[in-house]
């Protein structure tokens, strides 16, 4: 889970004794805005070449399954509790393997880049009957993980009651007052006008202890 995500479920669940909280954590939703597979699309559409992490593993759902588990939070959860779907590690999926086949799906033969600049110039004088260049490379950018969890080792997790689900019944339940002072912190800063990257990534890592962050200085929306 990134900082943003994690930081935001602390924020909702210092309410969870006041009113009823529940959420969950699914994987990525396929297609969704932002997402790897609507990206492809939307580098489709401009004619640009596509880069991708060979590396990189990831669990997805569908739009459907999504809103499924986001119901069954509601409606079965108590007020506090995290739900997840039961997916083995064998179900998350390499998204070179994904790009492979996202590209036969689509009837639309690729070709194989040595580097991202070959890429770029490949695109810039293709036709559309040509080949769309890929880069496949190994993941070197920031604060990117090469596999997904939905929970760690100190989480409290009942994976009895149901089948297709898993409940992690200790969320963290920070005080108001902590979310409160969190939020006037961000606030402060983003309005200095005064920040960086490594100021925000410091600010997170003193209210999320347990955040780690790699910088690399390159981007994977950048490279997507």
């Known amino acids: ?7 935001m479920e602390e924020v909702i669940m210092a309410y969870s004794n006041d009113i009823k909280i529940t959420t969950a954590r699914f994987a990525n939703v396929a297609f969704s805005n932002g997402s790897l597979l609507d990206g492809y699309i939307q580098r489709l559409f401009k004619k640009q070449p596509i880069s991708c992490p060979s ?3 990831r669990f997805f759902v569908s739009p459907e ?3 499924q588990i986001c119901m069954l939070a509601c409606i079965l959860g108590e007020s506090g509790e995290i739900y997840f779907p039961k997916l083995e590690e064998d ?3 390499n998204f070179k393997d994904i790009t492979v086949d996202f590209f036969k799906e689509m009837a639309i033969p690729i070709e194989e880049c ?3 600049n070959d890429a770029k110039a490949k695109a810039n004088t293709m036709s559309i009957e040509d080949p769309h260049p890929v880069y496949f490379f190994i993941s070197d950018t920031s604060g990117e993980k090469l596999y997904e969890e939905f929970y760690t080792t100190t ?5 009895i009651k149901y089948d297709g689900m898993g409940v992690i019944k200790n969320a963290v339940k920070p005080s108001k ?4 002072n969190c939020i006037t912190e961000l606030k402060t800063l ?9 100021a925000i990534v410091t600010l997170m890592k003193k209210h999320l202890p347990d955040f780690e962050h790699i910088e690399t200085g390159k981007s994977l929306d950048q490279k997507m």
């Open 1 to 7: 889970m990134g900082a943003s995500k994690k930081l």
């Open 55 to 57: 590396d990189v593993k």
């Open 65 to 67: 399954e999504s809103g």
């Open 91 to 93: 179900q998350m999926v």
């Open 114 to 116: 040595e580097s991202e």
């Open 155 to 159: 989480d409290e997790v009942d994976m």
């Open 177 to 180: 007052t902590q979310i409160e």
């Open 190 to 198: 983003m309005t200095s006008e005064q920040y960086d990257k490594t």
